[in-house]
């Protein structure tokens, strides 16, 4: 993360992303516009919200923009444009859990935006506009966000480094921690981190070199490689964090213990079997291949026994997994009863797609089913 | 911290520390030399220990090795250097509070040694043998740690800024906290972090300027500045830990509460009242000036409650302070009972300095009183 424009939502440094799957995680949208309607509603969960939210109207003026631009042959768009519009979106994300879902919402909002004005090219950058990272939620697989140079941030731009079909064996376990302590936005924390930190500087100049190691690390499906560079660049973020005046602090003591834990596994392994990802909150997300999953899982239950039936979440592993840990080599790591809430198993997804039309999520008449 | 040979222990960097007053943190050491002893002995904290410790060893060599080297009208140094010799020292360090010990341990013996074998001149070079930092506790007060550049160590030399008296309303309150996890000996650490961090070139570039700014902080008694620069330097040194691959951390959750609890206090305060430093564990240094101890106790009482009837060790304050904080400013601060074991109100102090010798902690048969 990091941010040189705040109101742009320009990054300070590239970066890489995975998208997550639908299946575990996902918003779902559905927009519509009508002679009808009386004014511009939204609702998320089933509540409504105010429309008076700056970097919603960011996106809904953009979006509209584009569309008053483009011309399209039978269509009358700009009596579209002058109908009031209606939002109706909800995620799947477990509540109180620390999981960004704005990125998933902003990503679906201006895809579904894009469809209802029949709008193309790249919407990435107007996802961008509702939260910095959506404009890579807006593609599958692994994505790059380069951050550009110009100051109006129009080479800001997202691709897709390899489509999520590329690397079928990837996994991902999102560790839910219990000690959810967040003590600073994340928007306040980096323009804070711009101005105090000694350690950003040189962090921006090594990301360049990262990038390109992490990108041919993925092609290869090198997972040792691609494992060591993700875990040093969280701990250099979190590091630059500790380094800004006041300091940040997302990880907390369980954050520590995942990190030490995954450390163990692969000395251990003689070889990286988990990498660990911390973003602006102490939720782990750890990276593995598929045949390793029932292992790490095995280990994840020794140390943080939870007696929850809903423990692990998300794709289903076959129980009793036999996989003979011998736990002498994790003698110095203590045992953590319920330091997790729970766990999310997924993988890399596709980007926004369409959805059968009955599936909505409002009424013919404009309103949340 | 950190070291750049880890034989000669010369330092990364060049440092500023301040000596504690021995009324809170002393050790004590009686040293004898007798024709009557059959072998080398010593005994720490009553207990025997093993002579064959490298940097034990190392210390009395050099030693010895000075006093060779210089003529003493009047005496026979050859002859008490073929004695054999015992060494009783102990100190007044609370037992499992993570404070490290082994400094003032090391000073106060190789100023006792030096005492015993005639030797005069920079015994600071002596002391860094056996505990780098015991190179600054020679000195009382303000101590500045040249590294120094040559191979040989031979520039890397201990001076005070000022002594103890200088600044005679500085106070430190020294949290011991309860979550006392320690994952990586100190020395292993900063090893690793010179092979893998990529961010402790830049803090390495940072010192001399910050060196030079804390210098005349300390002379000015500039309290605001000397604050600021401690609680950066602390940060910027737990960053680099957290850079290291593997990451170290010394610092948890309570850690990272007290930091934000200074922070708010001083924002309150509208200056800097307090400041923090963390050394290779999770003890909070807390330094302020001796009018505003009574507030900050109060506020420690508050956040930490604790009904230990020795929670306050360490120089005496007057109950009942009536200070009248106003705990509204501190409203998304959680209260966090017993998260400190105690703490120890303590002062800059003298260097180590030659008792009375009925005193000593040796029989004249030289066994431990």
């Known amino acids: 993360g990091g941010k040189r424009d705040e109101k742009l939502i320009l990054p300070l440094n590239s970066s890489v992303s995975v998208t997550l799957n639908q299946e575990e995680l ?72 620390g999981l960004a879902s704005s990125a998933a919402g902003y990503a679906c909002l201006v895809y579904a935006l894009s469809k209802l004005y029949g709008v193309e090219g790249d919407i990435s950058k107007i996802a961008r506009l509702g939260s910095g990272s959506a404009c890579r939620s807006i593609h599958g697989g692994f994505v790059i966000w380069n ?11 997202t691709e897709q480094i390899a489509p999520e079909t590329h690397w079928p064996e990837l996994r991902v376990l999102i560790l839910v921690v219990s000690d959810q302590t967040k003590h600073t936005a994340s928007t306040v924390g980096m323009q804070t981190s711009v101005e105090t930190s000694d350690l950003l500087h040189q962090r921006l100049q090594g990301v360049p070199k990262r990038i390109e190691r992490i990108k041919k690390a993925i092609l290869r499906k090198d997972f040792h490689s691609f494992a060591e560079i993700t875990m040093k660049d969280s701990n250099q973020l979190h590091a630059v964090c500790l380094d800004t005046y006041p300091p940040i ?27 660990y990802s911390f973003d602006a909150g102490p939720n782990a997300f750890l990276f593995m291949q598929e045949k390793d999953v029932p292992t790490v899982l095995d280990i ?52 926004p797609s369409v959805q059968e039309s009955d599936n909505g999520l409002l009424t013919k008449d404009g309103l949340p089913k």
């Open 26 to 97: 996902r918003a779902r949208t559905t927009v519509a516009v009508s002679r009808n309607f009386k004014e511009d509603k939204m609702w998320l969960n089933g509540r409504e919200q105010s429309m008076k939210n700056a970097r919603l109207q960011s996106v809904i003026s953009q979006i509209k923009r584009l569309c008053r631009k483009r011309k399209i042959d039978g269509d009358q768009p700009n009596e579209k444009l002058q109908w009031k519009l209606h939002i109706c979106s909800e995620n799947n994300f477990p509540t109180a859990a």
């Open 249 to 275: 602090s997302y990880l907390t003591d369980t954050s520590h213990h995942i990190m030490q834990l995954v450390h163990a596994i692969n000395q251990d392994n003689s070889s990286n079997m988990v990498a």
């Open 300 to 351: 994840l239950h020794y140390f943080y026994p939870n007696s929850d039936p809903h423990f692990i979440r998300g794709i289903h592993v076959p129980g009793k997994h036999d996989t003979h840990v011998d736990y002498t080599a994790f003698s110095d790591i203590k045992v953590i009863p319920r330091a997790l809430k729970f766990i999310i198993h997924t993988k890399p997804g596709p980007g």
């Open 147 to 157: 951050k550009g140079d110009a100051e109006d941030g129009e080479d800001s731009s």
